[in-house]
Nanobody, 123 residues
Framework: QVQLVESGGGLVQAGGSLRLSCAASGRTFSRYGMGWFRQAPGKEREFVAAVRWSGAGTDYAESVKGRFTISRDNAENTLYLQMNSLKPEDTAVYYC????????????????WGQGTQVTVSS
């Protein structure tokens, strides 16, 4: 069982940066592929980024490629999302998710989810 707690959200102006963190409990973090998803008001949850359990492999949605960077520290059981050049359309609740030995974009394949952290980008 993995429990996830996100932090680092907030209000930022367009063009600014934020770094989200996701702290994971448990001793098997390194066996979980990790992902970031987001959900804006009135919209479905969408994939943002994913990283392999080893950290050697990342994937990004086209809308964030070149601006966001996903990374993980398996020694610290922590997942990160560095978000640069933020846009108003990045405003959403951001969730981290864990899937045992999974690496991909399907939210259904992630069994564990955090509670979410709000990111608001003003124009």
């Amino acid at each position: 069982q993995v429990q996830l707690v996100e932090s680092g959200g907030g209000l930022v102006q367009a063009g600014g940066s934020l770094r989200l963190s996701c702290a994971a409990s448990g001793r098997t973090f390194s066996r979980y592929g990790m992902g970031w998803f987001r959900q804006a008001p009135g919209k479905e949850r969408e994939f943002v980024a994913a990283v392999r359990w080893s950290g050697a492999g990342t994937d990004y949605a086209e809308s964030v490629k070149g601006r966001f960077t996903i990374s993980r520290d398996n020694a610290e059981n922590t997942l990160y999302l560095q978000m640069n050049s933020l846009k108003p359309e990045d405003t959403a609740v951001y969730y981290c998710a864990a899937g045992l030995l999974y690496y991909g974009r399907s939210s259904r394949s992630y069994a564990h989810w955090g509670q979410g952290t709000q990111v608001t980008v003003s124009s």
